[in-house]
């Protein structure tokens, strides 16, 4: 079975430039997320969706990061423009997620994630 | 507002001891938590979850405690490895929901 694939694996931009990410989920899986993991920090979720839908975006700063998941299966997660303290690992995961289901569904499996760095 | 506390930054262990990671949470609706391991330049991968209608899960050499009036629970790895050492996240769910809030981790370094 193929994992979660992300790219790029590495960004370097300067502040103020625009950078986008890429993620396919594994084939079949409903909920996909994007994290946010700065050094030293555990990974803080920005988006979820269902299919195609947003589940919970509380925590995406709306004003400069945008993501979208085209006809429920890949996603993009875009910064616009970017600053210094946007470096960090972005992590893309999936789950089966289906509401109603099992615990079991929650269990997330992780793509390589991009590192990027703001300069 | 951190719910989801792993206060020890690192652990360091004999090959062959045990391995004992430690976290708390403070959210009463949580009702499953997750342990994930990670590798550097790797994605989290899943290791083991427990229900909160249970207070252990054991699979192999890893075992996952919960205690719900204290609100902690901890890993248990029996005998460690040195292929054990990586960062440690616990993770925790609410439930109805398939939100996930995570620790900052807790590297592990198990000396051969």
């Known amino acids: 079975e193929a994992g979660v694939a992300q790219s790029p694996r590495y960004k370097i931009i300067e502040k103020r430039q625009s950078v986008a990410f890429w993620c396919n989920p594994i084939s079949g899986h409903a909920t996909l997320y994007w994290y946010q993991q700065i050094l030293g920090q555990g990974p803080k979720l920005l988006i979820q969706f269902q299919n195609n839908g947003v589940v919970d975006d509380s925590q995406l700063p709306k004003d400069r990061f945008s993501a979208e998941r085209l006809k429920g299966v890949d996603s993009t997660l875009k910064i616009q423009p970017a600053k210094l303290e946007d470096s960090a690992v972005y992590l893309c995961a999936s789950s089966l997620g289906v509401p109603g289901g099992p615990h079991s569904y929650n269990e997330q499996f992780f793509g390589p994630g991009t590192r990027l760095t703001v300069l | 507002d951190q719910q989801v506390k792993q206060n020890s930054p690192s652990l360091s262990v004999q090959e062959g001891r045990i391995s004992i990671l430690n976290c708390d949470y403070t959210?009463?609706?949580?009702?499953?938590f997750l342990w994930y391991k990670k590798y550097p330049a790797e994605g989290p991968t899943f290791l083991i979850s427990i229900s909160s209608i249970k207070d252990k899960n054991e699979d192999g050499r890893f075992t996952v405690f919960l205690n719900k009036s204290a609100k902690h629970l901890s890993l248990h790895i029996v005998p460690s490895q040195p292929g054990d050492s990586a960062v440690y996240f616990c993770a925790a769910t609410p439930m109805g929901s398939f939100k996930t809030i995570f620790g900052a981790g807790t590297r592990l370094f198990v000396k051969a």
């Open positions: 959210n009463s609706m949580f009702d499953y």
